[in-house]
């Protein structure tokens, strides 16, 4: 049996994650009789190994819960694991075009304020730069 601690050492991850997951559920640890202390076995190891992979590849923790009730259901989790994933591609393509978007209104931007002066305050306008585009 390991402690918040032990456990956070052997998967790398911080204690406030493990205590974090243990707050909502992704991990019940067992206490100890003698002091109270949270512990955690092996399948918890395999566990916040398991959700450290996950949300590299852009799981969240309500996804993570997710799999794992299905997979203690006794459900597959992969038909869930592909839906999701394919959503989270959905949503960073779009994100991405978004961010491409912007970069190519501030590199045009840019370009146009390269040779424009300097504007001083008028009481009419605040940055004739930014006030300058459509």
Request: proline share 5%; with cysteine; hydrophobic share 35%.
């Amino acid at each position: 049996m390991l402690t918040v601690s032990e456990l956070s050492k052997a998967t790398q991850v911080t204690p406030d994650a493990i205590r974090h997951y243990v707050s909502i559920g992704l991990l019940t640890p067992s206490r100890s009789p003698d002091n109270g202390y949270k512990l955690f076995g092996d399948g918890d190891i395999r566990k916040v190994k398991f959700i450290r992979r996950a949300k590299g590849l852009g799981f969240t923790l309500r996804d993570i819960q997710t799999i794992f009730d299905n997979s203690h259901d006794g459900l597959s989790p992969c038909p869930a694991v592909r839906d999701i994933i394919q959503q989270r591609i959905n949503e960073n393509r779009s994100k991405l075009a978004e961010l491409n978007s912007l970069q190519q209104r501030m590199d045009d931007a840019l370009e146009k304020w390269q040779s424009m002066p300097d504007g001083e305050p008028d009481g009419e306008a605040i940055c004739h730069l930014i006030e300058s585009l459509i």
